[in-house]
């Protein structure tokens, strides 16, 4: 679906070259989670992002971080192949994105929630797992998954409660057990943590954690709040389609001097003003807030 243009010299194809037999090396170089080079997609006429290139690296929790519009949630779909009008070169998991090979590996929760209203909690998971897991021979399995999903994201004690009549953070966090059900190597979380209140978001990120280190999934999470970021192995800073930077909280910090993330998003905010101004001299700091 993807991997359009790709310019073989600059950007070889990961599966064209995967048997670690033809080169040995590529055992110490594993294969991202997700790959991007001069990644673009244009949406009504619109450049919404602009020649991206970036690696997402596996068994971490990378933040995709920006103001609001800025191409967070498009980044996304492209990731998980439901974007139209990608060009350039998209690889997750060794794949093209949008691969069918992929679907059961990567889980991907929308703003949206995607649950049934008329079902309980349990049953939207039951019908999940169906779908994932079939037949009689995997009934043990899915009871197992549904009841840990179920316990991961906190709602053993809603588990009969029609998801119609949960609150917008409680289907919200239906719609993130879904996608834990299949236990899949790459989660794309879309701001999972709007609407939580702070002892929520404090315990859905430690299980973003324990999912990243204990289960060795890869987490990318988008979120608007820039102190989530702080939460983050690795960040993705975004602003009008562009990438800001790329690095980890601690050395995006050092790097700009700066005491929290937000304050180094809005340095880098600054140089990139001062660069497409001509100038080397860096802007007073900007009044808007980064969130
Ligand atoms: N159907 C569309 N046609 C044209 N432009 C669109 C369309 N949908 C979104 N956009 C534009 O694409 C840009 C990126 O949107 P996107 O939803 O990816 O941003 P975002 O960073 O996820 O925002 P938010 O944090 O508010 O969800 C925005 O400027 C938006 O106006």
Same mark, same amino acid.
């Given at each position: 679906?993807?991997?359009?243009?790709?310019?073989?010299?600059?950007?070889?194809?990961?599966?064209?070259?995967?048997?670690?037999?033809?080169?040995?090396?590529?055992?110490?170089?594993?294969?991202?989670?997700?790959?991007?080079?001069?990644?673009?997609?244009?949406?009504?006429?619109?450049?919404?992002?602009?020649?991206?290139?970036?690696?997402?690296?596996?068994?971490?929790?990378?933040?995709?971080?920006g103001p609001s519009g800025c191409?967070?949630?498009?980044?996304?779909?492209?990731?998980?192949?439901?974007?139209?009008?990608?060009?350039?070169?998209?690889?997750?998991?060794?794949?093209?994105?949008?691969?069918?090979?992929?679907?059961?590996?990567?889980?991907?929760?929308?703003?949206?929630?995607?649950?049934?209203?008329?079902?309980?909690?349990?049953?939207?998971?039951?019908?999940?797992? !169906?779908? &994932? =897991?079939?037949?009689?021979? @995997? %009934? /043990?399995?899915? +009871?197992?998954?549904?009841?840990? #999903?179920?316990?991961?994201?906190?709602?053993?004690?809603?588990?009969?409660?029609?998801?119609?009549?949960?609150?917008?953070?409680?289907?919200?966090?239906?719609?993130?057990?879904?996608?834990?059900?299949?236990?899949?190597?790459?989660?794309?979380?879309?701001?999972?943590?709007?609407?939580?209140?702070?002892?929520?978001?404090?315990?859905?990120?430690?299980?973003?954690?324990?999912?990243?280190?204990?289960?060795?999934?890869?987490?990318?999470?988008?979120?608007h709040?820039?102190?989530?970021?702080?939460?983050?192995?690795?960040?993705?800073?975004?602003r009008?389609?562009?990438?800001?930077?790329?690095?980890?909280?601690?050395?995006?910090?050092?790097?700009?001097?700066?005491?929290?993330?937000?304050? !180094?998003? &809005? =340095?880098?905010?600054?140089? @990139? %003003? /001062?660069?497409? +101004?001509?100038?080397?001299?860096? #802007?007073?700091?900007?009044?808007?807030?980064a969130r």
């Open positions: 679906m993807m991997n359009y243009g790709r310019d073989p010299a600059t950007d070889p194809d990961p599966a064209a070259d995967s048997d670690p037999a033809a080169d040995p090396a590529r055992d110490a170089t594993p294969v991202p989670a997700v790959h991007a080079h001069d990644l673009t997609v244009v949406r009504g006429g619109h450049t919404v992002l602009d020649s991206l290139a970036f690696d997402v690296p596996r068994g971490q929790i990378t933040g995709l971080l191409g967070k949630s498009t980044l996304m779909r492209a990731v998980v192949g439901t974007q139209a009008k990608v060009t350039g070169t998209l690889d997750v998991l060794g794949h093209p994105a949008g691969d069918p090979r992929l679907r059961p590996r990567i889980g991907y929760v929308t703003q949206d929630p995607s649950v049934y209203d008329d079902l309980t909690v349990r049953q939207n998971l039951d019908y999940f797992a !169906a779908v &994932l =897991h079939p037949g009689r021979a @995997a %009934r /043990a399995l899915r +009871r197992d998954s549904v009841t840990r #999903a179920i316990d991961d994201v906190d709602l053993t004690g809603h588990a009969d409660v029609l998801a119609g009549n949960l609150s917008g953070g409680q289907r919200s966090r239906v719609s993130l057990a879904v996608a834990l059900l299949g236990s899949p190597e790459l989660l794309v979380l879309d701001e999972p943590t709007v609407g939580l209140d702070p002892v929520l978001r404090r315990d859905l990120w430690n299980l973003f954690h324990t999912i990243a280190g204990d289960r060795g999934a890869t987490l990318l999470v988008s979120s709040v820039m102190d989530e970021a702080e939460r983050c192995h690795r960040l993705l800073l975004m009008e389609g562009r990438l800001l930077a790329d690095d980890a909280p601690d050395a995006l910090r050092d790097r700009t001097g700066s005491a929290t993330v937000e304050e !180094a998003f &809005l =340095h880098l905010v600054d140089e @990139a %003003r /001062a660069t497409a +101004r001509g100038t080397r001299q860096p #802007a007073p700091l900007a009044k808007e807030s």
